[in-house]
């Protein structure tokens, strides 16, 4: 076997063990669900910032700023901004108001069985959204990385991330699946430092040559013809000669829904429940931010290294714009460790999405909403969340290998425009609107859910009339005219989203909420009484 398969198999095997070790430490729902909140500032800064580097900043990205230059660039911006919205709304009242989910915070002045059943679709949908993302990019780099063994099919790829990704969860919970994010957070900066610093090796280290060689990048389209474009200037994806007038729109909408929806990702959200108070979640905030930003700084080099230094015509699919570059600069033994760090980066993300849609639903829906917050047997709520975990892989796996041939940043965004539409709204308006009532609550969450994935289904993403070249690869799913012109919704979703949970709670008053209020505007922002958060 190649070196490739050796790397790939001695992660799997150290993830492996360490599931094992985290499997003997998980005695109840706490340790489960929140990793007993032993998690200190930097190992959970380290842990969020895996969670977020994920397969589309890694993969995607890098492809898209390959294929598009300046417009593809406008991912990375997005992503690192949102930063801010997670740092300075959401971290510290989520940590000191909530005990595992999301939903914990909605449901601790409003009536808990509603608002926990639609908070708990919300986060499985857009948990499996992203999860489909990341497992579409690990099937191709397997394929890619264990291409002597040619009986190894995407399909099956997809099939063993899959089955890996549910051992993590059923056997180690949280714990385990935040140290194999901590290892792989540390790998992937590793691997994108070097590979950055190889890039601008092969221009004599002067970035004057580097962005003169990106402003000349001369390249074969599609057509097969030579041309030469200057990859530093907008409107390549987003330009309105290229979108039939949409594009600054769309652009708009796809940063509306970057910047607000991290603040709604489920896989996100949980991991300020596994420190001890509101003081860590803001330094794990702090440290998050400081390598996040590194990365996507990074990310210039690698997706501009790679168009300058491969040409987009010999890229073999965009989401291998990262792991070709590697090859060519770095040799066979680099290739392998990129692309085992992006499999790992898979592996740990596919784990977190899983445990936050598994804890919401056992959680909210199984205890809360079916059993009134009464668990009918010790140890039960695990015990769904296990096997939640084993039937959102099963879909996720299914979705995946049809749609194995779309970009995973762009698909990244879908579930980031389905979070900013339906989780933050209500997140938002709970903590800072004292008129907030259940009818807004599940009028938000339905309204921003429903309307986001409808009109991503209208879109150009779904819809489009494919010519014979391109029909085999089914680039889109519904053969006809998009009805909705843009490929992002959040620019109509999120309003959307946020005008229903406001009617919504003006026509129908909740007093109970309202008196209530002032207690979870204390307890959110001075952290009275978190430390003996129960279940409402």
Same mark, same amino acid.
Do not use: C
């Given at each position: 076997?190649?070196?490739?398969?050796?790397?790939?198999?001695?992660?799997?095997?150290?993830?492996?063990?360490?599931?094992?070790?985290?499997?003997?430490?998980?005695?109840?729902?706490?340790?489960?669900?929140?990793?007993?909140?032993?998690?200190?500032?930097?190992?959970?800064?380290?842990?969020?910032?895996?969670?977020?580097?994920?397969?589309?900043?890694?993969?995607?990205?890098?492809?898209?700023?390959?294929?598009?230059?300046?417009?593809?660039?406008?991912?990375?911006?997005?992503?690192?901004?949102?930063?801010?919205?997670?740092?300075?709304?959401?971290?510290?009242?989520?940590?000191?108001?909530?005990?595992?989910?999301?939903?914990?915070?909605?449901?601790?002045?409003?009536?808990?069985?509603?608002?926990?059943?639609?908070?708990?679709?919300?986060?499985?949908?857009?948990?499996?959204?992203?999860?489909?993302?990341?497992?579409?990019?690990?099937?191709?780099?397997?394929?890619?990385?264990?291409?002597?063994?040619?009986?190894?099919?995407?399909?099956?790829?997809?099939?063993?991330?899959?089955?890996?990704?549910?051992?993590?969860?059923?056997?180690?919970?949280?714990?385990?699946?935040?140290?194999?994010?901590?290892?792989?957070?540390?790998?992937?900066?590793?691997?994108?430092?070097?590979?950055?610093?190889?890039?601008?090796?092969?221009?004599?280290?002067?970035?004057?040559?580097?962005?003169?060689?990106?402003?000349?990048?001369?390249?074969?389209?599609?057509?097969?013809?030579?041309?030469?474009?200057?990859?530093?200037?907008?409107?390549?994806?987003?330009?309105?000669?290229?979108?039939?007038?949409?594009?600054?729109?769309?652009?708009?909408?796809?940063?509306?829904?970057?910047?607000?929806?991290?603040?709604?990702?489920?896989?996100?959200?949980?991991?300020?429940?596994?420190?001890?108070?509101?003081?860590?979640?803001?330094?794990?905030?702090?440290?998050?931010?400081?390598?996040?930003?590194?990365?996507?700084?990074?990310?210039?080099?690698?997706?501009?290294?790679?168009?300058?230094?491969?040409?987009?015509?010999?890229?073999?699919?965009?989401?291998?714009?990262?792991?070709?570059?590697?090859?060519?600069?770095?040799?066979?033994?680099?290739?392998?460790?990129?692309?085992?760090?992006?499999?790992?980066?898979?592996?740990?993300?596919?784990?977190?999405?899983?445990?936050?849609?598994?804890?919401?639903?056992?959680?909210?829906?199984?205890?809360?909403?079916?059993?009134?917050?009464?668990?009918?047997?010790?140890?039960?709520?695990?015990?769904?969340?296990?096997?939640?975990?084993?039937?959102?892989?099963?879909?996720?796996?299914?979705?995946?290998?049809?749609?194995?041939?779309?970009? !995973? /940043?762009?698909?990244?965004? =879908?579930?980031? *425009?389905? $979070?900013?539409?339906?989780?933050?709204?209500?997140?938002? +308006? &709970? @903590?800072?609107?004292?008129?907030?009532?259940?009818?807004?609550?599940?009028?938000?969450?339905?309204?921003?859910?429903?309307?986001?994935?409808?009109?991503?289904?209208?879109?150009?993403?779904?819809?489009?009339?494919?010519?014979?070249?391109? !029909? /085999?690869?089914?680039?889109? =799913?519904?053969? *006809?005219? $998009?009805?909705?012109?843009?490929?992002?919704?959040?620019? +109509? &979703? @999120?309003?959307?989203?946020?005008?229903?949970?406001?009617?919504?709670?003006?026509?129908?008053?909740?007093?109970?909420?309202?008196?209530?209020?002032?207690?979870?505007?204390?307890?959110?922002?001075?952290?009275?009484?978190?430390?003996?958060?129960?279940?409402?």
């Amino acid at each position: 076997m190649t070196i490739a398969v050796w790397m790939f198999l001695a992660f799997v095997v150290a993830t492996l063990g360490i599931t094992v070790w985290a499997a003997k430490k998980n005695t109840g729902a706490s340790a489960y669900f929140a990793a007993g909140r032993s998690i200190t500032g930097w190992q959970n800064g380290l842990a969020v910032a895996g969670d977020y580097m994920s397969a589309a900043s890694f993969l995607g990205i890098s492809g898209m700023i390959a294929f598009f230059g300046y417009d593809g660039f406008m991912y990375s911006v997005g992503w690192l901004v949102a930063y801010l919205t997670v740092l300075i709304v959401v971290a510290e009242p989520l940590r000191n108001a909530g005990k595992y989910t999301m939903a914990d915070l909605l449901a601790y002045r409003l009536t808990p069985r509603p608002v926990r059943a639609m908070a708990s679709l919300s986060t499985i949908t857009v948990s499996t959204l992203y999860m489909v993302a990341q497992m579409i990019g690990a099937g191709t780099l397997v394929k890619l990385l264990l291409k002597d063994l040619p009986w190894i099919s995407t399909e099956w790829a997809i099939i063993g991330v899959g089955v890996l990704m549910v051992v993590y969860v059923v056997f180690g919970g949280m714990l385990a699946t935040t140290w194999v994010q901590i290892i792989k957070a540390i790998l992937l900066m590793t691997g994108t430092i070097f590979l950055s610093i190889l890039v601008m090796k092969h221009f004599g280290y002067s970035f004057a040559k580097f962005f003169e060689a990106i402003a000349n990048l001369t390249y074969t389209d599609k057509s097969g013809v030579e041309v030469t474009k200057n990859f530093l200037e907008p409107g390549m994806k987003f330009g309105a000669d290229v979108t039939k007038g949409w594009g600054p729109l769309d652009l708009i909408s796809l940063g509306l829904a970057l910047v607000f929806g991290t603040a709604g990702l489920p896989h996100i959200l949980v991991r300020f429940y596994t420190v001890p108070d509101a003081k860590t979640a803001r330094v794990s905030v702090v440290w998050a931010m400081v390598i996040i930003g590194t990365f996507y700084i990074l990310t210039t080099f690698l997706g501009f290294g790679a168009a300058t230094i491969l040409k987009p015509h010999n890229i073999v699919t965009d989401n291998m714009a990262a792991p070709q570059l590697a090859e060519f600069l770095g040799g066979p033994i680099f290739f392998a460790f990129i692309s085992a760090v992006a499999f790992a980066t898979i592996l740990a993300v596919v784990a977190g999405l899983t445990i936050s849609a598994s804890a919401s639903f056992a959680h909210d829906f199984y205890s809360n909403v079916l059993h009134h917050g009464k668990e009918n047997r010790p140890g039960m709520e695990v015990r769904v969340a296990r096997i939640t975990a084993f039937v959102v892989g099963a879909i996720s796996i299914f979705l995946a290998i049809k749609l194995q041939n779309v970009n !995973v /940043a762009f698909l990244v965004g =879908l579930a980031f *425009a389905v $979070a900013a539409s339906a989780n933050l709204p209500v997140i938002v +308006l &709970s @903590i800072f609107w004292k008129k907030f009532s259940t009818t807004g609550a599940v009028l938000g969450l339905a309204v921003g859910l429903v309307s986001s994935i409808v009109l991503i289904i209208l879109s150009p993403s779904i819809m489009g009339i494919d010519g014979p070249e391109i !029909v /085999a690869a089914k680039r889109h =799913l519904i053969q *006809a005219n $998009a009805i909705f012109p843009l490929t992002n919704p959040g620019i +109509l &979703s @999120i309003p959307l989203g946020f005008l229903a949970a406001i009617i919504g709670s003006l026509m129908k008053r909740e007093p109970e909420a309202e008196a209530m209020f002032a207690e979870l505007k204390v307890r959110a922002h001075t952290g009275l009484g978190a430390e003996k958060a129960t279940s409402h």
